[in-house]
């Protein structure tokens, strides 16, 4: 028998779309609400929203709204939201203000100071909804602790990573890629390439402490970053470092797993992240990673295995020992690589859709 369900990809573009077509593949029936007009999946009912419903302002009621119309008009069984609108049946929680708030305290990022109008919103949203599916262990702690949600009503659920996009590279290959993308960027061709990616979200992940372990970091590696929008107290704090011929800095990168295949080892020491995505893509391609203990992707990190887990990630010299480790060790690289990737080819998007759609048929 199909069955329907309606999605939002409100800020959740790629979890919404991926679960979206794995549904469609076990031959259900999937409307996708949207105000984001490239969304593209095969055989799924695109219901394109005004782009005003994107605005953070009205977003809660109007994507609310018209979700309860949908599901009457459609028929629709299960109404699946990202964490930002009222009465779903099943939200999927990406990040959690308050949690976030707390680890802003600890390191200052005062810039980042979340509205308190924001957190209580959450609050409402999270317990208006029949059942919250966490992306991990640390989101589930929280929705437990900090907005007082029995556990009974939350069902912890990784993210996923399309495995043949991001894929192994044999020795060969990833020693060109590494050349060309050396060369590309103006860095030393026999050097190791450490990657970082943080978007606008830069300052959160941690790109500041990676730039204050860089004196402690082996001179044999140096550093692609992906940040978008740097601010002027950034780009001055930039310049008064001798970065020029160890760090490149860049906005976008249109293939990234490019990128990914050509690196040698990923950091990311965020002072939060619930699950990243870029980890998942990281690993996939076989790239060992340093991590943060405050991301929950440490739920499939087994540390000194196929990753590295740094406790505190502003703790320049502990940071700096990670990837050191890993940079002068060929072999211990080469072995967390093949251990990440066997690690994430367990959470295809497929295996993740399927626990989805437990949650689903137990709702119903």
Known sequence: ?????????????????????????????????????????????????????????????????????????????????????????????????????????RFGLI??????????????????????????????RDLVELYDIPKERITTIHNGVTLDEFSLSINSDKEKARVQTL????????????LFVGGGAYKRKGFRFLLRALPYISKEVVVVAICKNI??????????????ERVKVVDYVQDISKLYRAADVYVLPTIYDPFPLAVLEAMAS?????????????????????????????????????INMLAENNTLRKNMGLNARATVEKLSWKNVAQKVLRVYEELN
Do not use: W
Not at 183 to 194: A, I, P
Not at 288 to 309: M, Q, R
């Open 1 to 105: 028998m199909m069955s329907r369900y309606l999605r939002s990809d409100l800020s959740g573009p790629r979890y919404a779309t991926e679960i979206s077509r794995e549904l469609i593949k076990s031959n259900n029936e999937v409307f996708i609400a949207t105000s984001y007009v490239k969304t593209k999946v095969k055989n799924a009912h695109i219901l394109k929203l005004p782009p005003q419903f994107g605005k953070k302002s009205i977003t809660p009621i109007a994507y609310s709204l018209y979700g309860k119309s949908t599901k009457l008009k459609y028929g629709v069984e299960i109404v699946h939201g990202n964490g930002y609108t009222l009465f779903d049946d099943v939200s999927t929680v990406h990040f959690l203000s308050k949690a976030f708030k707390k680890q802003i305290e």
């Open 111 to 140: 810039e980042y100071y979340p509205k308190s109008s924001r957190i209580s919103a959450e609050r409402m949203i999270f317990r208006s909804s029949k059942h919250l599916i966490a992306v991990s262990s640390l989101v589930e």
């Open 183 to 194: 060369k590309q960027y103006g860095l030393e061709k026999n050097k190791k390439l450490l």
């Open 231 to 244: 601010s002027e107290e950034d780009r001055q704090f930039l310049s008064k470092i001798d970065v020029d």
């Open 286 to 322: 076989g790239l060992p990673v340093v991590v943060s203990s405050l991301t929950g992707i440490t739920d499939i990190i087994d540390d000194g295995k196929n990753g590295v887990i740094v406790n505190d990630p502003s703790d320049v010299v502990e940071l700096s020992n990670g």
